[in-house]
């Protein structure tokens, strides 16, 4: 689009906004210079019977190009307009904004006005019915025959994202917000953005949550790895049943699992560089993988923070969101500059206790601790075969 292109009216869309509606609700959200271009839009609406340049608006408003446009963005975000290209030229329709009513009974647009005025401010616009107020309007059958006029429904916004139920079941399972006008912000684009039903929002939100506080980073990621295809078929047998065993407990079980093997406790904190690694969008699979390989490497019974956060910063960088593609990642990175010697095996960075033919010298405890973890990685993989 460029200032000396045109642009027309759709016929017959003639609309008559409720200007206080407009200038009290929708003016701080987009601000002066689209309140400007829709209320030029409203009042110059000729029926669609001539093209218009772009720049004939703008040497009425005085303002540049890229005002203009920045303007147009807000009004179709908020649905005051639609805009069209039709061939050469540009078609524009109008929309009238929302009664009162109906744009503060959104919980999406209510939520955003509330981070622009602040919440006091909304409230003192909230058009409120005493307590004892008794409803007495008649309904339609009560008023017209079934040969009446046809009963007109008030306009409805096209946002349809249930936030009261939403945090009803956030205070049934415990979950809390981080910030709540932002994160509902946030939820309502995920769920646009992806088709989803604020249900089907809430589900992926609970299983992504990091201990009760929503993450929209780790809800971002679930998303994405439930989108991306299967690469496990690049895996061996043994990493296969690592990735399984990853995806089925919950880091700090995981991480309490290895290590008792090695006589060792779950440190405050270790579980406090878990809450790190959820805060920084990783899902719980790929933290699993990560505390393994970082306990493997270093040959110790506790997590040494720095290695783990190189790795962290690694996949970060690299934008690796699953677990297969950290097992992926691991089989492709040189792993030491030294030969192997004659005779002895390539170094592999599935953990030595995961295979079959591996002896310890642990207790009849620890070994039956150790079996059992075994079975749950191994056990599935050789039913399959």
Known sequence: MKPNDTFSYLKNNCVYPDQASLLQLYQPLMGADAYLVYNYLVHFFDNGRALHPFTELLNHLQFGFDRLRTAFDKLGALGLIKFYQHHQTYLIKLSSPLDRESFLNNAVYRSLLSSYIGEVAVEDLQMTLPVEAVDQTKRFSEVFSDR????????????????????????????????????????????EENGLTWFDTYQLAKATAVKGQLSLVRLRAKQEQQEQPSQSTGLTREEQAALKTAQSHAPEVYLSTLKKMRKAMVTDQERQLLRELAQMGFLDDVINLMVLYTLQRTKSANLNKVYLMKIANDFSYKDIKTGEQALLYWQQKPQSSAKPKAGSNPQTNVPSWSHQDYKTESSQEEQEQLEELKRQMLGQSGREE
């Open 148 to 191: 009446g006029e046809v009963y007109h429904h008030p306009k409805q916004a096209d946002i349809n994202f249930d936030l009261e139920h939403f945090k009803q079941l956030m205070r049934r399972d415990g979950l809390y917000f981080d910030n709540e006008q932002t994160d509902v912000l946030g939820l309502y684009h995920f769920a």
